[in-house]
């Protein structure tokens, strides 16, 4: 699950050519996602911040807890590692951080991300006081685009996701075919999480992430139509509409597979359901071409529903990028522009949700390729295939 030097040469070096266009003397970053995504090392996320400083004159710096320096070492992280003993401390990580460039009253222009939190913007201000601290999506507007060794990784956690359908699947049957109650919601979603996990300590002998390995949301019968509702005791029951959401990483690269399945025999009701959501989840998979914003790929998507008079039970945008973070940039929304392009890796996941009745809602990890999107999550899709039986 390791990338190779080369992948890191690669991303730092497009890094480096950012600064320089930006005129940026260099950039902090401090998320996990960001830290992983530039230097290869994961850590438990926790109180005690990760700083890494990327300049422009090519110097990179990992400050890291002194708990973490031997883990960080061991991962081959790519920077120089440097550590402060504890949090808060009587000298805060961030003068630790000054400490380690020379630079704490240095007048340079240092870029930060978004996500760093108001507080630690001002602890850094107070630790490089004649510095100019200015936000840039830099490290945002590089993860746009997946590496070819991203990809495969990709590839091999959709395998794993959509296994973890089938054994959400699998749980439900056996029950069925024993004579035993269904399972709870709760219990399928500890069961394909279980599944997933074990997954990954089987096939791979260091196993890294930034916040899960493998996840699920698991919603029957009116529990589905709320798009994020978390599993409940509610045990599934014979004519439910039941939604498998589910997801997976392999090195922290995400996938999503989401499947609509029925319990017994569809009425005419779910199938019209499951019928609208399902064209319209192809058309906006389809849709996912080079050059198309992703606004009028969300608009193209959604029409489908709204065409088919279903406009009111529309709850959530088309999707959304996934990369080392289960929802990052870009977004497939009406006030997104970004221009798809080759490398991206986005969701496809519209959803039909009726109140007090079901929610609808199929969802695949597409690649965006200069030939057209590639579905990288294969489970089948289809009403018939997801019927099951009594």
């Not at 808060?88 to 990580?93: E, F, K, M, N, Q």
């Not at 840039?136 to 590089?142: A, E, F, N, R």
């Not at 080392?324 to 949700?353: F, K, N, R």
Request: charged content about 25%; hydrophobic content about 40%; aromatic content about 8%.
């Amino acid at each position: 699950m390791r990338l190779s030097t080369a992948f890191y040469d690669r991303v730092q070096a497009r890094l480096s050519a950012r600064l320089q266009e930006a005129r940026l003397d260099g950039l902090i970053v401090s998320a996990p996602g960001d830290v992983a995504y530039l230097t290869g090392f994961f850590y438990a996320v926790n109180e005690r911040p990760v700083y890494v400083w990327f300049g422009a004159d090519g110097r990179r710096v990992a400050l890291v807890p002194e708990l973490d320096a031997e883990y960080a070492l061991a991962q081959g992280v790519h920077a120089d590692v440097r550590t402060y003993f504890e949090y808060p401390g009587v000298r805060t990580p961030e003068w630790h951080l000054a400490d380690a460039l020379n630079a704490a009253r240095a007048r340079a222009r240092i870029g930060f991300s978004a996500s760093l939190t108001v507080a630690g913007l001002a602890r850094l201000q107070d630790a490089f006081p004649d510095a100019v601290f200015e936000r840039s999506g830099v490290v945002g507007d590089l993860r746009l685009r997946k590496e070819p060794e991203e990809i495969g990784l990709h590839r091999e956690a959709a395998a794993i996701c959509d296994d973890m359908l089938g054994a959400g699947r699998a749980l439900i049957e056996s029950a069925i075919s024993e004579g035993r109650l269904l399972p709870t919601e709760g219990e399928v979603a500890r069961h394909v999480v279980g599944y997933g996990t074990d997954r990954m300590y089987t096939d791979y002998s260091h196993v890294v992430y930034t916040t899960k390995l493998a996840g699920g949301l698991v919603y029957a019968g009116p529990n589905s139509a709320r798009p994020h509702g978390l599993p409940s005791s509610r045990r599934i029951e014979a004519g439910d509409t039941l939604i498998l959401s589910l997801g997976a990483a392999v090195a922290s690269r995400f996938v999503e597979s989401e499947r609509t399945f029925v319990i017994g025999e569809p009425t005419a009701e779910q199938r019209m359901y499951f019928d609208v959501a399902r064209r319209a989840q192809n058309v906006g998979t389809a849709a996912m071409q080079v050059g198309r914003t992703c606004a009028s790929v969300n608009a193209e998507s959604l029409d489908v529903i709204r065409g088919a008079g279903c406009g009111q039970f529309i709850r959530h945008r088309l999707g959304h990028g996934i990369g080392i973070g289960q929802h990052e940039a870009p977004w497939l929304e009406d006030g997104d522009d970004t221009v798809l392009a080759s490398g991206m890796i986005l969701s496809s996941e519209p959803g039909v949700y009726v109140p007090g009745h079901a929610g609808y809602r199929i969802s695949d990890t597409v690649l965006v390729t200069d030939d057209g999107p590639q579905r990288l999550t294969r489970y089948p899709r289809s009403i018939e295939e997801n019927v099951i039986a009594l």
